[in-house]
């Protein structure tokens, strides 16, 4: 397998230092990092996703726009035929007043496999890449 | 002069420093409750109307959408409101001269409605309002400011002197900021602010404002010119404390370094969208910290004059017109904004904190910075020490005050 993440900000985000640091972190963990950077609209993205097939979405958004830009990324890409399955997450600072579980919950009920949008949100993220690269070794291995 | 830089020279001549927040809400009677507040607050302010980040990008459908579902937004989305909603916003405002501050590669919509507001202030830059804030070329974002400054008649203030909020090494920050003024004024601009962004070091952040004035005088000594500081643009301290210690030193250096308008952060910063009560206390609290600063005559060398100095020349050394020679300058790498992700940066250049706190580079890539700035002592360049150099100011502050 080839393990690669595809690392995008939302539509309406401009911020990069959080998409930086996350190409860091998943290079280091030992994964493949394309990223799309700033501003990437829910077409563009869902383009990128059909012609790289990567193992594993990653959305971070810290604008505030997280709770509408991130449902309609997810849409795109569960529109096109290819990329029903591919798992999706999203985080950073998704609304504009700070963690609303309700709303975290929210989005996991609309197709995305976990929400990281608090103080606890890299050290879950860390367990998640790793339990995800194991269940794909074990995936390709069976 | 327009009604904002009049505002400020005028109190400038009086000895006080101008506070103005970063607010903006979706809905016009929280904003105008917000600009309100701002007015009445005890300090010499002026208004900021803040765009939401749908405007920015122009995508007025998403915009309105949002304010069809009551769905709260990072700002006040000027272009999806009618101008006789903003009007109503600004009711009895005058003689408050508020600015609009968006971060648009393609200003003219935003432009336009501003003016049929009746406001005559806001800010940006083809260079600044592109590389950290849209993914479109910087050939485009040159023309559509080309065309909105044409068109423009106001006070414009650039943002050269923010690039990425934050971990940008002053002598780029200060390049940046002239030569985004000489563009306004190129376009026909009469009346322009130039920025200046805190950074991690007191001392370099006044050699690098005074550096900032000494440029101005140089090449824009036609048109009114004044200072605008921004109080740290990057990581915030997490502790209330923390927040208005490094606010308060924000307006200390405005004030020693001769700077006549700051831009001030809340001790929401770190966490989310300020409320106006949050602002109007960091208003406050800059004021006052103000007030008790003195200006400082002289100022250590250390050579962010001569750097920044060498980047304004090189780049103005090119053919053409500003625009022109900046697009050539960035395509060359003459101009390269470290850790910046968008394609037409060439993404060469590294910067660092050194062990005084002093933002340094780490290499410079073809800018024509002498090789003896360049320090290589830098810490490696993983995601701990990243986040370490992004959260060094914020721990400090927070620590501080602990
Ligand atoms: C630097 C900065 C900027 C720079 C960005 C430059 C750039 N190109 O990156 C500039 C000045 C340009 C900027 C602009 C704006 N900004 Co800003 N910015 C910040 C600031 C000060 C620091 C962000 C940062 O660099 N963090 C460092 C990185 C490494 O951390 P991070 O982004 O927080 O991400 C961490 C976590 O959130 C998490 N995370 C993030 N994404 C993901 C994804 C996953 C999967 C996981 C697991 C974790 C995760 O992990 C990271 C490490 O811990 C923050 C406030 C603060 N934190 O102090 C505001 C802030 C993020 N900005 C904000 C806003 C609103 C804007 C603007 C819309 C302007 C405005 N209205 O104020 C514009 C953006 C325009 C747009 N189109 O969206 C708000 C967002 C409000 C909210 N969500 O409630 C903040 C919180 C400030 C505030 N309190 O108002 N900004």
């Known amino acids: 397998m080839n393990n690669l993440v595809l690392l995008s900000g939302t539509a309406s985000d401009s911020h990069t230092w959080n998409l930086v640091y996350l190409q860091l972190l998943l290079e280091e963990a030992g994964h493949r990092v394309i990223n799309l950077g700033a501003c990437v609209p829910p077409v563009l993205l869902a383009d990128e996703c059909e012609a790289e097939q990567p193992d594993l979405v990653v959305l971070s958004t810290v604008n505030g726009h997280g709770y509408q830009d991130g449902p309609r990324a997810l849409a795109e890409l569960r529109g096109r035929p290819g990329l029903a399955a591919v798992p999706v997450v999203i985080g950073g600072k998704l609304g504009t007043g700070g963690p609303e579980p309700a709303q975290a919950d929210a989005l996991r009920a609309a197709g995305f496999a976990e929400v990281f949008d608090d103080d606890t949100a890299i050290a879950r993220f860390r367990e998640f890449i790793t339990a995800h690269a194991l269940c794909r070794t074990a995936g390709t291995a069976s | 002069m327009t009604g904002f830089a009049d505002a400020v020279a005028r109190a400038a001549a009086a000895g006080r420093l101008v506070v103005q927040p970063r607010m903006g809400m979706a809905s016009p009677l929280e904003m105008r409750a917000g600009l309100l507040a701002?007015?009445?607050?005890?300090?010499?302010?002026?208004?900021?109307?803040?765009?939401?980040?749908?405007t920015r990008v122009g995508d007025h459908r998403a915009a309105l959408a949002a304010l069809h579902d009551g769905a709260r937004l990072n700002g006040y989305p000027i272009v999806s409101h009618h101008p006789e909603t903003t009007q109503a916003v600004l009711d009895g405002l005058t003689g408050f001269p508020v600015q609009v501050r968006h971060g648009s590669a393609d200003p003219r919509a935003i432009f336009g409605a501003l003016a049929a507001a009746g406001l005559d202030a806001t800010e940006g830059g083809p260079v600044s309002y592109c590389l950290p804030y849209s993914r479109k070329p910087l050939r485009d974002s040159v023309e559509h400011w080309s065309e909105a400054c044409e068109n423009f008649s106001g006070h414009l203030e650039t943002f050269g002197g923010c690039m990425m909020g934050q971990l940008c090494p002053p002598s780029l920050l200060v390049a940046l900021s002239v030569l985004e003024a000489v563009f306004f004024r190129f376009h026909g601009v009469e009346s322009v602010s130039l920025s200046y962004a805190q950074q991690t070091n007191a001392d370099q952040d006044a050699e690098a404002i005074r550096a900032l004035r000494v440029l101005a005088g140089r090449f824009l000594s036609d048109v009114d010119w004044h200072v605008v500081v921004y109080a740290y643009m990057g990581v915030f301290p997490r502790t209330p404390a923390g927040a208005r210690l490094l606010n308060d030193n924000a307006a200390?250096?405005?004030?020693?370094?001769?700077?006549?308008?700051?831009?001030?952060k809340t001790v929401a910063e770190a966490h989310r969208i300020p409320t106006v009560d949050e602002n109007v206390a960091a208003l406050e609290s800059a004021a006052e910290a103000a007030a008790q600063a003195a200006p400082e005559e002289s100022f250590v060398d250390t050579g962010v004059l001569a750097e920044a100095t060498a980047l304004v020349e090189a780049v103005l050394e090119l053919p053409g017109d500003p625009g022109t020679a900046l697009l050539a300058a960035f395509r060359r790498g003459l101009l390269d904004v470290p850790y910046c992700l968008h394609p037409d940066n060439a993404g060469h250049a590294r910067s660092h904190i050194d062990d005084t706190g002093r933002l340094?580079?780490?290499?410079?890539?073809?800018?024509?910075i002498p090789r003896s700035s360049v320090d290589r002592s830098g810490p490696a360049p993983d995601s701990a020490g990243l986040l370490a150099a992004l959260h060094r100011v914020a721990h400090l502050h927070d620590a501080r005050t602990r």
């Open chain 2, 38 to 54: 701002v007015r009445d607050a005890d300090a010499s302010t002026v208004g900021t109307l803040t765009v939401d980040s749908y």
């Open chain 2, 252 to 264: 200390r250096l405005a004030v020693r370094a001769g700077a006549e308008r700051l831009i001030v």
């Open chain 2, 360 to 368: 340094r580079w780490s290499s410079v890539g073809a800018m024509p």
